[in-house]
């Protein structure tokens, strides 16, 4: 479901007005209203650093009523979820309840039909060789059908099995490949070893003792929360604009992609992620060992959950290293990256993904990456981009 064209001259044209706003304007600002210009609908930011916490805004959040988009407001995280799941299965090791080597047949007899072991740990690195999601007769196809079928409802396991209905990629540990459904089965995981639902789980270890009173899983609830930040796609041919996709079903993507939050809350969680608040110190370093994300030019590797994300792709040769998540569902498009020891996070959400334009993925990245470093017009920047969203998507 992808996509619309660009030329090298919008890049250029984000990069540079990014690196060379005027002094009385943030250039988190001027990286916001850049990537509106490049085609985002509406977006929102959120970064705190030593130097204090900043919020931005720009474009339209609301297109039924012209409103701008809230600060404050809630939408949906998309694989951002993954780093949620994946703490609280660190969280079940430090309590001795299981081990990340372990079969996950030991856990889970029967879930999945292959005789191949799958290891916990291969799972959460996306080296399991699981199917990335469900197969193709039980997914959307087109933009219209997504709009016809978004509140259709899967159960946890029907969605497991709708997936692995097809073969492993590679026999597991061999290779890599991202994929939601190697997070559908932690999810169940996490419910299994607790004896509890994944949102009491989550509200008990994570956004109660943190305070984070957007974030949660919505299982079957359609809607965001107001103020919520509306999302969009363009489902239909002009001249027919934007649908409205903020409301539906994302019960097919459980525990790999369903999580509401807001900017704020984002960012308190990976400041206590990466501060070493929520695991010890030694589950923390094997969260953060990472493997290559293939395609992505040595930018990109991915942990247990984590993403690590070298920024010379935007910001050129000597930028900085970021670690966090990038997520994308329907009408949502989020980057929540921090430094390595939790000291200065950015998130900056998107109120549209699949259907925006090469230049409008890059704008959003830009202005995740103003938070820490300079951007420059590199010529590989847009390529940059598109890899990182392809990969995403």
Request: glycine share 10%; net charge negative.
């Amino acid at each position: 479901m992808r996509r619309l064209v660009t030329t090298a001259s919008c890049a250029v044209l984000i990069l540079a007005s990014a690196g060379t706003a005027a002094a009385a304007t943030d250039p988190r600002q001027t990286a916001l209203d850049n990537a509106v210009q490049a085609g985002n609908i509406g977006m929102v930011a959120a970064a705190s650093d030593p130097n204090g916490n900043w919020r931005g805004r720009a474009g339209i959040g609301d297109l039924a009523t012209g409103a701008k988009p809230n600060t404050n407001g809630q939408f949906r995280i998309g694989s951002v979820s993954k780093t949620f799941t994946a703490t609280l299965v660190l969280k079940l090791a430090a309590k001795g309840k299981l081990g990340l080597d372990d079969p996950i047949a030991k856990y889970l007899p029967g879930l999945l039909p292959y005789p191949e072991p799958i290891t916990i740990r291969e799972l959460l690195q996306h080296t399991s060789g699981l199917p990335r999601d469900l197969a193709p007769q039980y997914t959307w196809t087109t933009l219209p059908e997504f709009d016809t079928e978004r509140f259709v409802h899967f159960d946890e396991v029907e969605a497991i099995h709708d997936s692995t209905v097809q073969p492993l990629l590679f026999p597991p540990g061999t290779n890599w490949s991202y994929s939601n459904t190697g997070f559908n089965v932690l999810a169940l995981l996490v419910e299994k070893l607790t004896g509890r639902r994944y949102e009491q789980v989550l509200a008990d270890w994570i956004t109660g003792p943190l305070h984070l009173r957007d974030t949660f899983l919505p299982r079957d609830f359609p809607l965001v929360p107001n103020p919520a930040e509306h999302g969009y796609e363009q489902l239909y041919p002009a001249p027919q604009g934007p649908t409205d996709v903020t409301a539906y079903n994302l019960t097919r993507y459980f525990g790999a992609g369903d999580i509401i939050s807001s900017t704020a809350d984002l960012n308190h969680f990976f400041h206590a992620l990466l501060g070493g608040q929520l695991l010890p110190a030694d589950l923390l370093t094997q969260m953060k060992t990472t493997v290559p994300w293939p395609g992505q030019d040595g930018l990109l590797s991915y942990g247990l959950g984590l993403m690590q994300l070298s920024l010379a792709g935007i910001c050129g040769p000597g930028a900085p290293t970021v670690w966090g998540h990038g997520g994308d569902v329907p009408g949502y498009n989020t980057w929540s990256m921090s430094d390595e020891t939790g000291t200065r996070q950015i998130t900056v959400s998107s109120g549209i993904d699949i259907t925006a334009s090469p230049a409008a993925d890059l704008g959003r990245l830009v202005a995740m990456a103003t938070e820490f470093c300079t951007p420059a017009a590199g010529p590989g920047a847009q390529a940059h981009a598109n890899q990182l969203q392809d990969a995403l998507r």
